[in-house]
């Protein structure tokens, strides 16, 4: 039998104690070679050594620190250590992170082995009732999670947000559960229903915005910003997410055949089928995309996040303060029905779009009826 590594008691015990750990683990080598010396004397046979091997209090030592290693907060610690090691892009770590923060201010520092369901219900609740963007919003900067969710406020996150941070949680207890730390994941199937209805669905660019948005970004200073008038334009020509576009490097313009196009593969996206090719259209190459993208003089955006506020904002402001109606998002819509109406096949369509399920391709071409003209 060989010696038990304290390395492997402490995580046992999930303690740091170096002296306990050596303590019992020459205890339990001890009393487990004596087992095997009488199993090899053939005094006891394999059920009754599996007997005694049953009766070693053996992984269920309890310490006085033991308690303080159980909390949510050490055992995330080690879960966000291990996930560090799948991506290197730091946005992959930020919804971690984000869960972490609303899971103590709501339900607390606690044991995961106290964590119940109605906690997750709470948890649920309580980020349901945040209002929208209020990490954004200079008027709730000063205000606690505690006081946000106490204001009531009419306009709040969305279902979809909620299910991701309830999403991110569930990868975390699956990983606890996993390891054996608890016996059960409480986060389990508490996603919240989706319900998608015909008003609340993101239509495409009507004509008459469209004809006002060009106009505004060949005269408006403000739209005029190289990353906000390049934003739009790519977005109008090419139907990529707003992600993609400021996720864009030089290296990603590529040429086969005498066609450019943007080269998506090898990126961290929203799903595998986001990872494509897409044709530059003519427009955007007549316009010095080229020059846009030279590697010798190329910054990339800081804050995509802020990009996005201020592109909302302006839209808001000088376009259109129809809600429906997503700046850039409803591009895609846009894109999809100019390629219906020129004939294109609809399995194309949504390979240029990066859908990976049906029913997301048949949502788009759902949104707007009839297509615009062309």
Known sequence: MPFLKKQEIRVSLRTRDRRLARKVARGYSAQLNHLQFLASMHVYDTARMEMEVAKLPFLHHKTGKAASEDRFSALYAMFLKEKRTESKDPRFMEKFHRAEKLFLAFVGDKSVKEVTFQDIYHFRDCVGKLPRFYDRKREYKHLTLEQLV????????????????????????????????????????????????????????PPDLLEKLLRTLASDADFQEPDIWWTFLIAMLSGLRFGEIVGLRPADLKTADGVLFFD?????????????????????????????????????VKNSVYLGYKITRLFRLRISPDKTITPLHSFRHLFAFRLRAAGVEESLISQCLGHTLKRDHESILKAVSPPPPT
Request: aromatic share 8%.
């Open 150 to 205: 106490q204001l009531n406020a009419t306009d709040r996150t969305g279902v979809g947000n909620v299910n991701r941070h309830l999403i991110t949680l569930n990868t975390f207890f699956n990983w606890l559960e996993h390891h054996s730390v608890i016996p059960k994941n409480p986060v389990r199937r508490m996603g919240l229903p989706r319900k998608t209805f015909a008003h609340t669905l993101r239509k495409a660019m």
């Open 264 to 300: 998506l593969t090898g990126k961290t996206l929203k799903t595998h089928a986001s990872q494509r090719q897409v044709p530059v259209h003519s427009i955007l190459v007549d316009l010095g995309i080229m020059y846009r993208y030279r590697p010798d003089s190329f910054t990339p």
